[in-house]
């Protein structure tokens, strides 16, 4: 109790508050820009974040984070654009309550859910997080070879793109992890001779090439030459009717976020489509829905702060990153020089505590600049991605430079940052892949040192309770999809086949 006390002591040092003011308005105005995600952003100002103090700088890329859920919204109502894909669904009812003069209702919904949604996750993150960091204190190698491994597969599976290119995208991370010296025997592995990727290669590099360049490009490419003309916006504040109305989806939207963003792969994007969905079946009039629900705003911009909130229990108590962004902020840990998992609580539980209580401060901020500040949303809204995509890139490459001093990082990146666009193009995610390579080192080291303490018997994995446990999920998760998908085409084939015969009949 002292400890999540003193945590309010740190993050209402002027410092922390400034921090944590700048992270919130940074991610409203990257979640109102489509395009520029809170993982791009976070990978463009990595080399800024390595200045400042640890715990101020945790707490502004948290802000970032689920400010930009809160962004999201405003484009979305007001001119039909997700700014964040977790916004996507938001765009069915909350556009159309717009064209009906709603704009103000839908976006202070969005708003009073989005704030009861995190505010709901905090608590429990308070609750649970030590909790699960006490459990994760047993963990040796062998678990943490089996998490990684069904993190790995969760992200693929579970994740808002196709399995099958997201397991194609996360395999190719596993490989870019094996690149550099080989931590147990020292040898090289994928180096080409090369001095410069000896120490493998650097995440940060690779997620601001993949991020960064990637979405800067894929960005400039869609929006080019369109115009937006927001909505009007007037009546922000919703009637008694409308908030009895949306308060059981806001309720449903809390309890389902939380528990999604939990799960790696889930995050965000699952919560929204989860929650819309369930409020759509639970409905007596579903063909309110994508007409102007009021439950069908509340219910996914509830879900999804509040999944964006949740995501960093698995990262703070267990070190897994559960999506990109929280793949990013486990990068500025690492850079930071402070390891995330079991032990942050005791060994820093100032930047635990203060990370976890700056969110309280940080929803409050937004609840409470979100809706005054839409006018100025709206203008930014208005200046071109040419203007804004070669700012951005300059700001990119000076910082990857500034990282190691080196040109070589520039090229990587730039590599990296084609290959993020194609595979945009393609329809490939560049999440998991990002995700995988951070987990591929995490996996083998921990797969390697189990099997020294179990003298190469694989079986090891198995015969212990937690690691047992975790595979046996691993196994439901990997073979659940494919029975799912059987299942659906016998269904599919059997209407055809009675088809045929009556045909035939005839």
Not at 92 to 102: E, I, N, P, S, Y
């Amino acid at each position: 109790m002292d400890a999540f006390l003193d945590g309010f002591a740190v993050v209402t040092q002027p410092g922390n508050l400034l921090y944590c003011l700048i992270g919130v308005l940074i991610g409203m105005l990257i979640g109102v820009l489509p395009g520029l995600g809170p993982a791009a952003t976070m990978a463009i100002l990595l080399p800024i974040v390595v200045t400042v103090d640890p715990v101020a700088a945790v707490i502004m890329l948290a802000g970032i984070y689920y400010g930009a859920q809160y962004g999201g919204t405003i484009t979305s109502v007001l001119l039909r654009l997700p700014g964040e894909a977790s916004s996507v669904v938001t765009v069915f009812d909350g556009f159309a309550l717009a064209k009906q003069g709603k704009a103000g209702t839908a976006l202070g919904i969005a708003a009073i859910g989005s704030f009861v949604g995190a505010t709901v996750s905090i608590v429990a993150l308070s609750l649970a997080a030590p909790v699960v960091a006490g459990w994760a204190l047993d963990f040796g190698p062998a678990e943490y070879a089996a998490l990684a491994l069904l993190g790995v597969l969760l992200i693929a599976t579970i994740g808002s793109g196709h399995p099958v290119k997201a397991l194609i995208a996360a395999s190719i991370g596993l490989l870019l992890a094996t690149v550099g010296r080989d931590s147990f025997n020292n040898s090289q592995r994928f180096t080409f001779d090369s001095l410069q990727l000896a120490d493998g290669l650097d995440f940060v590099v690779v997620a601001m090439g993949l991020f960064g360049v990637g979405e800067i490009l894929y960005n400039l490419e869609e929006r080019h030459g369109k115009v937006h003309v927001p909505a009007a916006v007037a009546n922000i504040w919703p009637s008694r009717k409308e908030l009895r109305v949306a308060a059981p989806a806001i309720g449903r939207g809390s309890v389902i976020g939380f528990f999604l963003g939990v799960l790696p792969g889930g995050g965000a994007v699952m919560a929204s489509l989860a929650a819309y969905a369930t409020e759509k079946r639970v409905s007596k009039t579903p063909e309110r829905f994508g007409r102007g629900a009021i439950e069908g705003v509340a219910a996914p911009e509830t879900a999804n702060n509040a999944a964006a909130t949740s995501s960093f229990i698995p990262l703070l108590t267990l070190g897994i990153p559960a999506n990109a962004s929280m793949g990013m902020l486990f990068a500025a840990l690492l850079v930071l020089g402070i390891t995330p998992g079991p032990q942050l609580l005791e060994e820093r539980p100032d930047l635990f505590w203060g990370v976890v209580n700056s969110m309280y401060i940080g929803n409050l901020l937004l609840l409470l600049l979100s809706l005054p500040l839409v006018g100025v949303f709206v203008r930014i809204l208005r200046v071109r991605p040419a203007i804004l995509a070669p700012i951005t890139a300059l700001i990119t490459v000076l910082g990857v430079y500034t990282i190691n001093n080196s040109v070589f990082d520039i090229f990587v990146m730039i590599a990296f940052g084609i290959l993020g666009y194609l595979m945009k193009k393609v329809g490939f995610e560049p999440g998991p892949m990002v995700l995988a390579f951070v987990l591929g080192a995490l996996l083998e080291n921990n797969v390697r040192r189990a099997l020294l303490i179990f003298e190469g018997d694989p079986t090891g994995f198995v015969t212990r309770p937690i690691s047992g446990t975790i595979l046996a999920l691993f196994l439901v998760a990997a073979v659940f999809p494919v029975v799912q998908a059987v299942r659906h085409r016998r269904a599919a084939t059997v209407p055809d086949e009675t088809t045929h015969r009556e045909d035939a009949l005839r």
